[in-house]
């Protein structure tokens, strides 16, 4: 299937238009028309090698909304027209222990990305949503809800995911009080899924500058992080952090505003840690974790969670050709929504 992106071809280059084949159908495979495509951080650490070299061109894009063009022979549980969505995975091996679990992202033989990974039988490399069509195994293509409002679904495909999975993992029900480390793409995701669970929620930030923001979304306030009093008076105050920084940082300050037995997740950085003192950790049995995506089960749910519960990132509609000025705000970080791409902008290539 012949189709259009947008590439990268080097680690310091734009991204460009690109044209290029998608595979045939399999029997298994479904081909999905994108309508929608979410831009992530991690689209812009990749495409810039930040994590390790890359299969130039590249098209990234790992939140996916679209509708279904053509099935293969053996698709059983999708057909012409449906509304559908593709997260940040498109293949693991389905036959060990963690995907008969439901937890493919945690595939003992490593998933297949959405992008930038070989293809489990061609070994050709994925390409991503920044592009006009896909083609993805009927097991990691997922069901957009009726009542969706499909011009907002995508960052959930990944902004929403990352969060809702450790918020589900640590049991986060009314009462729960969770603590959201930034506010950007990831932390405002947090709060808006943690407020809907019925949790007591408050973004810790460097300072109260998006308290009325974070209010908006639901949180109780900020906690202002460069506050020492501040953070001396909030000792033991969460059951749950959510870690949504995507650079390394310290941990230390945080740890003691977990009560016993309390957990610090990360969910951002990717890489290394400024050194962490394990003398509130020893003392209050607190712990640090660290959480990738959700399996496809899990996905669904959290797509179906937020259709019942009206919960959406906040998205900034943009076409294929701002792409390149929406990485720079990225890069510039202090963004506290998602951008998403319309891909009807994609039918001028």
């Known amino acids: 299937m012949k189709t259009v992106g947008y590439a990268a071809h080097s680690a310091d280059s734009e991204l460009v238009p690109y044209h290029f084949e998608r595979r045939e159908l399999r029997a298994n495979d479904v081909a999905i028309e994108i309508t929608y495509c979410g831009v992530c951080h991690s689209d812009l650490h990749t495409v810039n090698g930040d994590w390790g070299s890359q299969?130039?061109?590249?098209?990234?894009?790992?939140?996916?909304?679209?509708?279904?063009?053509?099935?293969?022979?053996?698709?059983?549980?999708?057909?012409?027209?449906?509304h559908v969505a593709v997260g940040c995975m498109v293949d693991s091996c389905q036959e060990c222990d963690q995907c008969h679990h439901g937890e493919e992202q945690y595939c003992r033989n490593g998933l297949t990305g959405t992008y930038g990974s070989p293809d489990r039988i061609d070994g050709t490399t994925t390409q991503g949503g920044y592009s006009k069509h896909i083609v993805v195994r009927e097991e990691f293509v997922l069901r957009i809800p009726e009542k969706m409002d499909t011009s907002r679904a995508a960052p959930i495909l990944c902004a929403g995911i990352t969060t809702f999975s450790p918020l589900r993992e640590w049991n986060v029900k009314p009462g729960s009080r969770v603590g959201v480390i930034g506010l950007g793409g990831l932390g405002h995701m947090a709060v808006k899924l943690a407020v809907a669970m019925g949790a007591e929620v408050?973004?810790?930030?460097?300072?109260?500058r998006k308290e009325a923001e974070a209010q908006q979304l639901g949180a109780k306030g900020i906690l202002a992080s460069s506050d020492e009093d501040e953070l001396t008076a909030s000792a033991n105050a969460f059951d749950l952090i959510i870690d949504t920084v995507p650079k390394k940082h310290d941990l230390n300050p945080y740890m003691p505003l977990l009560d016993v037995d309390g957990t610090l997740v990360i969910v951002g950085q990717i890489g290394p840690l400024e050194e962490v003192m394990t003398y509130p950790m020893v003392l209050g049995r607190r712990r640090i974790a660290g959480s990738l995506i959700g399996g496809i089960e899990q996905t669904q749910e959290v797509l179906d969670f937020c259709a019942e519960h009206n919960v959406y990132p906040e998205c900034e509609l943009i076409e294929i050709d701002q792409i390149n000025g929406a990485f720079e705000r990225l890069a510039e970080g202090d963004l506290s929504h998602r951008f998403v791409i319309d891909m009807k902008s994609l039918d001028a290539d």
């Open 202 to 208: 408050t973004v810790i930030s460097r300072s109260k």
């Open 55 to 82: 299969p130039y061109p590249l098209v990234p894009g790992h939140e996916i909304v679209g509708i279904v063009k053509s099935i293969g022979t053996g698709v059983n549980n999708y057909k012409v027209g449906d």
